[in-house]
Nanobody, 123 residues
Framework: QVQLVDSGGGLVQAGGSLRLSCAASGRTFSTNAMGWFRQVPGKEREFVAA????????RYADSVKGRFTISNDNAKNTAYLQMNSLKPEDTAVYYCAAGRRGITTSSGGYDYWGQGTQVTVSS
């Protein structure tokens, strides 16, 4: 089993920045990729970004390219999502996820999930 704890959400004005963290523990060696998803009430969970634990591959949703950066620190078993130039439409609960497969944009491709952290961007 892998446990994920995501944190770093909060309230920020449009144009501001936040950095989310996802600390992994347990059998992290069984996973190959980390991802970030977001969800607003009444909508499906949406892919945001993903990274291989090796750091050799990343992928972003078109809506966040150039504004968000995903990274990881293997020594700390932690993944990060640096979010810059935030927009009100980025408001959502953000979830980190870990999976045994490679990078995928489908939530079904991930096996473990964090509890979520709220990001609110005011206009």
């Amino acid at each position: 089993q892998v446990q994920l704890v995501d944190s770093g959400g909060g309230l920020v004005q449009a144009g501001g920045s936040l950095r989310l963290s996802c600390a992994a523990s347990g059998r992290t060696f069984s996973t190959n990729a980390m991802g970030w998803f977001r969800q607003v009430p009444g909508k499906e969970r949406e892919f945001v970004a993903a990274i291989l634990w090796s750091g050799l591959g990343t992928r972003y949703a078109d809506s966040v390219k150039g504004r968000f950066t995903i990274s990881n620190d293997n020594a700390k078993n932690t993944a990060y999502l640096q979010m810059n130039s935030l927009k009100p439409e980025d408001t959502a609960v953000y979830y980190c996820a870990a999976g045994r497969r490679g990078i995928t944009t489908s939530s079904g491709g991930y096996d473990y999930w964090g509890q979520g952290t709220q990001v609110t961007v005011s206009s």
